[in-house]
């Protein structure tokens, strides 16, 4: 186990992993940042045990240095770092979203002897910033990591130990061409199209306000994410630069061939195009449960838009002796404020806790889709 971690960069992702070091290990964590107010806030919620805004100071000392800064900020971070004295077997690492160009410029640490190992946890917000940090923001998720042919797989597995206990994600590997053309489409692309659905939207709006007022589930659901770090993804979007205009003309021509199939009125190929759809969407796997720490069982219940609704619900199963291994409210519907999704690992628990809700008039739901459907 290392004794001292650096984290560069102490922000949404930074700031969770430290988080999950101090909650679950005994290592000593110092936060690197510009943001003087931001790294006194991890002091003052624990994240860090002390900070610098020395980048030497940060990094000499420590056996693991997890790079969480934007993209662009990282190459240049990386070879800055080649320049100082690091530890003989010290582990950089990164969180970065794109992996061919960062691995890229890994090289200048490898040249000095020191272990880079590419690394992107597979979730997270559009919010940024310490003050939405959390120790348990990747639990179940993915985390990949890209390392170099010739690290050796022991410095792999004492980084994904320590990452693992830090993020209770589930550490996978990858080579990084392969990582950029698979998170271009999961990630990269959907933040375009999100961004340009609000951009057109906002013009139109700028007309008629009856756009934004108008605007429901569907759309609130389709562009959360265009609420992201404009920084973050002007970095992102650069450095996966190529694989982003080979899907954003494939996107054009899927865009094409349904604006062709409406102006011709070809009704069974616009139902083609939504069943298709539908089908894949419903085949994807619930982010919940692909991690190592499968929660399940799990149900949902409205929880009205009040302060302490939370904590009614908790103390109502406390009381019960019900244990809830987690408790999430959920981002994603914006336009039901009040969706509470509650995990077990047993399935007593499960059941006691839908009986005890649903005895004090609760709505209570066992599926994340189909709601009407899986009223319980
Ligand atoms: N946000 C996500 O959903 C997500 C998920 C996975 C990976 N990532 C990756 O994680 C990295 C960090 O993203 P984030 O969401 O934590 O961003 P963030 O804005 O929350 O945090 C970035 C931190 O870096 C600091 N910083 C920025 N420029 C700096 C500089 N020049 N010198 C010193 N400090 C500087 C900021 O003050 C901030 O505290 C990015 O590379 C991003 O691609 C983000
Ligand atoms: O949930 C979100 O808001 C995210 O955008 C998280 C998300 C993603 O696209 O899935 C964004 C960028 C990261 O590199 C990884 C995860």
Not at 97 to 112: N, Y
Not at 234 to 252: A, P
């Amino acid at each position: 186990m290392p004794e001292k971690v650096a984290i560069l960069g102490i922000g949404l992702i930074g700031g969770s992993i430290a988080l999950g070091l101090k909650e679950r290990t005994d290592v000593h964590v110092i936060g690197f940042d510009r943001s003087q107010a931001d790294l006194r806030y991890a002091l003052a919620i624990g994240a860090v045990d002390e900070w610098t805004t020395s980048l030497r100071r940060a990094a000499e000392d420590a056996d693991i240095i997890v790079i969480a800064l934007p993209v662009g900020k990282i190459k240049q971070t990386i070879e800055e770092l080649a320049q100082l004295h690091l530890k003989p077997n010290c582990i950089v690492t990164d969180v970065g979203s794109t992996k061919s160009d960062i691995m890229e410029a890994g090289h200048c640490l490898r040249e000095k002897g020191i272990v880079f190992i590419g690394g992107h946890p597979m979730a997270g917000s559009h919010q940024s910033g310490i003050q939405a940090a959390r120790s348990l923001l990747f639990e179940n998720a993915y985390y990949v990591l890209t390392p170099d042919p010739e690290t050796s797989l022991l410095e792999v597995q004492k980084l994904s130990q320590l990452l693992h206990l830090a993020t209770k994600a589930e550490l996978v590997l990858m080579e990084p061409h392969h990582h950029d053309r698979i998170v271009g489409a999961i990630s990269h692309l959907p933040h375009i199209i999100a961004a340009g659905l609000v951009n057109v939207v906002g013009n139109y709006n700028e007309e008629n306000e009856w756009f934004h007022r108008l605007a429901a589930g569907g759309f609130r659901d389709l562009t959360r994410i265009g609420a992201s770090d404009p920084i973050m993804w002007r970095d992102i979007l650069l450095s996966n630069r190529q694989e982003l205009l080979r899907l954003m003309d494939e996107w054009v021509q899927k865009m094409q061939e349904v604006r062709d199939a409406i102006k011709k009125g070809q009704k069974q190929t616009i139902e083609d195009f939504f069943k298709r759809s539908r089908k894949l969407r419903q085949q994807l796997p619930d982010r919940k449960r692909i991690g190592i720490l499968k929660p399940r069982f799990e149900c949902f219940v409205d929880i009205p838009d009040q302060p302490g609704a939370i904590a009614r619900i908790a103390t109502l199963l406390a009381k019960e002796n019900i244990n809830i291994s987690n408790l999430e409210v959920m981002e994603n519907r914006e336009e039901i404020p009040g969706v509470l999704r509650l995990s077990f690992k047993e399935e007593k628990d499960y059941l006691a806790a839908i009986s005890v809700l649903k005895r004090d008039n609760m709505d209570v739901y066992s599926k994340d889709e189909s709601w009407e459907e899986s009223r319980v």
